[in-house]
Structure formats: structure tokens, C-alpha cells
């Protein structure tokens, strides 16, 4: 089963638009981590935001929204007023006794 | 400017061939990390290694090796025996806990390796 799911494959979208990533994760353990990164086309994935089981404060940086809710299991991630360049792969983590990542979204933001 | 460095950015690997991924980094990280990522999957973690001349296995580690000479290289070998080497391979390193503490990861560009 998979640990870490993150239901879109894709979203395209028109640049201003806001765009929101699913992520639900499945953990039995009651402290964890949950990460998401950004894979620009240059490849290499960049940290974004990290979130322990015990904060469930969710967070706006910049055009970046976060929202953890533990009751069901969803570390969603929102973009909003998006750019061409937030075009990547997005992925969600879960650390428990081990790193799982989802399969990732393609966002892709035209102009 | 401190990072990781991935070469080549491309490699094609023959029938039989073992092949070797480079990964350096000058970020004074304890430890590293090889991951595969495969179109429409997640990372999977190949091998690891949290210290000069130890590393373990990851999720899939059959048919690759690794050493840990030194502190800033950790070299991916793809070896005839992984059937299916074909994916993007990313090299990673974090100070030393890793995502256990909630550290971040930090991530080089990739090799891309096919088989011709």
C-alpha cells in the first residue's frame, strides 16, 4: 500500500490561477514528518516546507500555503496567483522509520 | 557556492557494462544518499551511507554498489546485474540525521542513464 499518495498526476493551469496539491498520507506511528519539494526541470529537488506530527499550524510563505490536518491525514499545498516558473514536479514526504515519497504532480503553468 | 555535483548528466550504459555515477559534495554533509526515480513513481532509496566508510541498503539496492572513501564522494555503480538501470538517479546528502530529526534534504541535478 502506498504510504504516501498523491492523487493528481498532472495540473495545467493559466498563470494567476491558483493551484492547489493534494497529498494524504498512512502512517501508524504518532510522530512523524511530512516534507514537500519542488523538481524544477533542471532536476534537482529543492525542500519547501516540513511539518512534525505535532504541529499542525498551517503555514503561508509567500504565494505558498500549507494546510495539515491530522484528523485526515492531508498535508495539502496550495500556489497562489501562479508563475510559469513554479512549473515542476511536486512531491510529498512522510518520514516515520523511514522517507517515503509520493509519485509526485506535474503542475505546469502557461502563459 | 556549496552544493552537490552529479556527472555526467548523461550516461548509456551497453549490454553487460557496469557504469559508475559520480556524486560530490562541499557542504560538509555527513550523509548521503542515491535515489532512483522512475516516470510516474516516487524516489526509492538505493543506498545510504551517515559516515566515511559505512553505508547500508536501501529499498532496492540489488544489482548496484556504492563506496565512501571520503567524506564529500559517494559513487554509484550500476552493475550488469540491475536488469532494468534505465531511470534518473539523484544524489542527495543532509548533515547527518537526516529525515529522522526532520531534517531537509538537498539534492544534486541527476543522471540520466539509459541503456543502449
Known amino acids: 500500500a502506498q504510504k504516501v499518495t498523491q492523487a493528481q498526476t498532472e495540473i495545467s493551469v493559466v498563470e494567476k490561477e491558483d493551484v492547489t496539491l493534494d497529498c494524504v498520507y498512512e502512517t501508524r506511528d504518532t510522530t512523524y514528518y511530512l516534507f514537500w519539494y519542488k523538481q524544477p526541470p533542471s532536476g534537482e529537488l529543492v525542500f519547501l516546507i516540513r511539518?512534525?506530527?505535532?504541529?499542525?499550524q498551517n503555514e503561508i510563505s509567500g504565494r505558498y500555503s500549507w494546510n495539515f490536518q491530522k484528523s485526515t491525514s492531508s498535508f495539502n499545498f496550495t500556489i497562489t496567483a501562479s508563475q510559469v516558473v513554479d512549473s515542476a514536479v511536486y512531491f510529498c514526504a512522510l518520514y516515520d522509520y523511514k522517507l517515503s515519497f509520493g509519485a509526485g504532480t506535474t503542475v505546469t503553468v502557461r502563459a | 557556492d556549496g552544493g552537490i555535483t552529479q556527472s555526467p548528466k548523461y550516461l548509456f550504459r551497453k549490454e553487460g557494462q557496469n557504469v559508475t555515477l559520480s556524486c560530490e559534495q562541499n557542504l560538509n554533509h555527513d550523509a548521503m544518499y542515491w535515489y532512483r526515480q522512475d516516470p510516474g513513481q516516487g524516489l526509492r532509496l538505493i543506498y545510504y551511507?551517515?559516515?566515511?566508510?559505512?553505508?547500508q541498503k536501501g529499498d532496492i539496492a540489488e544489482g548496484y554498489s556504492v563506496s565512501r572513501e571520503k567524506k564529500e564522494s559517494f559513487p554509484l555503480t550500476v552493475t550488469s546485474a540491475q536488469k532494468n538501470p534505465t531511470a534518473f538517479y539523484l544524489c542527495?546528502?543532509?548533515?547527518?540525521?537526516?529525515?529522522?530529526?526532520?531534517?531537509?534534504?538537498?539534492f544534486g541535478s541527476g543522471t540520466q542513464l539509459s541503456v543502449l
Open positions: 551511507s551517515q559516515i566515511v566508510n559505512d553505508f
Open positions: 511539518r512534525n506530527s505535532f504541529d499542525e
Open positions: 542527495a546528502s543532509s548533515t547527518g540525521q537526516g529525515a529522522k530529526s526532520g531534517e531537509k534534504l538537498f
